[in-house]
């Protein structure tokens, strides 16, 4: 299936679901569809209607500073990050389309210290270092046309021999913060409707938990790594690759399995918390997962 085929398939999708329920966050990905698809001003009206209805859904406000970064309006496209940011929290999606907004705007310094604190996490994120690139070398082709040197904190950043990039006299990036195991799911069942969250490991048994589901822990914990093993055994043995994730919506209950090096996160959520929200915050955790052992 081609790539245009596929969005006007998400597309007929997401509006079967609009239709039936006008109040559905399935706008924001309805919006990212059409931006996708280059119909910006289609995008626009659609995100801009829900975002009235879902003011607080963080991942609209990132579809919409999309929407306006691709239409050439980049203070909106920013302050649109910003109202993402307040809601969820920073990521490195975010700053990733941050450095992307300001290296539009012209603002090189300010991309360049994203860019650079984000390559020292990511080292071998191929878009990170085409963007740094960028943003290294039109402020010199500028200052070349016009005969001027090139600003000295631009200067600063130079790229080894070795193809790394290396930051002089720019502050050492923030480190990620790192988490264990217990403190993960303190954090995660203080989400907005999250009802528990349980590490097993990768035989279902539950190691720790924070847990307040009318559903038994332990009997939760196995049903849920069974489904990931068996879906594991069928997407390998046809040939589609890993499960890395597991999310799953009921009548009562989103659950939500995430898989790490040494068991599996198990978050549980009441069906009326916010998909996207909930994600990104455990996604954030999550990377700064370092183990127990």
């Given at each position: ?8 398939d ?12 006008p ?31 879902h ?5 609209a ?10 239409r050439?309006?980049?203070?909106w ?6 109202k993402a ?8 999606a975010?700053?990733?389309l941050l ?5 539009f ?9 994203l860019?650079?604190?984000l ?10 270092r ?16 016009i ?22 006299a ?8 790192v988490f264990?195991?217990?403190?993960i ?21 539950v ?10 822990a ?11 093993q ?5 997407l ?19 659950f ?6 040494d068991g ?20 954030t955790?999550?990377d700064?997962?370092?183990g127990?052992?």
């Amino acid at each position: 299936m081609t790539v245009a085929v596929e969005i006007d398939d998400r597309i007929a999708k997401c509006r079967k679901i609009l239709e039936t329920d006008p109040n559905s966050q399935i706008f924001a990905a309805l919006a990212e569809a059409y931006r996708k698809k280059g119909e910006l001003d289609k995008a626009f009206r659609l995100c801009q209607g829900g975002l009235r209805i879902h003011p607080s859904y963080g991942s609209a406000h990132v579809v919409m500073a999309k929407i306006n970064l691709d239409r050439g309006l980049y203070d909106w496209a920013e302050a649109e990050v910003n109202k993402a940011v307040e809601i969820d929290g920073r990521s490195r999606a975010i700053d990733l389309l941050l450095a992307e907004i300001f290296l539009f705007k012209g603002e090189y310094k300010r991309s360049i210290k994203l860019l650079n604190r984000l390559l020292q996490i990511d080292p071998e994120n191929g878009q990170i270092r085409k963007l740094l690139d960028i943003a290294l070398k039109i402020p010199e082709e500028q200052a070349a046309q016009i005969g001027s040197p090139v600003s000295e904190s631009i200067e600063e950043t130079r790229i080894t021999t070795a193809g790394s990039l290396e930051a002089v006299a720019e502050p050492a990036p923030e480190k990620e913060p790192v988490f264990g195991t217990h403190e993960i799911l303190r954090q995660a069942v203080t989400i907005p409707k999250m009802q528990g969250a349980q590490f097993i490991n990768h035989e279902g048994l539950v190691i720790d938990s924070e847990w307040s589901v009318k559903i038994d822990a332990t009997t939760c914990g196995a049903a849920l790594a069974e489904v990931d093993q068996f879906l594991n055994l069928e997407l390998v043995k046809a040939s589609f690759g890993h499960v890395k994730f597991v999310l799953i919506e009921t009548a009562e209950y989103v659950f939500y399995l995430l898989e790490v090096r040494d068991g599996m996160f198990l978050f549980v959520g009441d069906e009326k918390i916010n998909l996207g929200t909930m994600r990104m915050k455990i996604s954030t955790l999550v990377d700064g997962y370092q183990g127990d052992g």
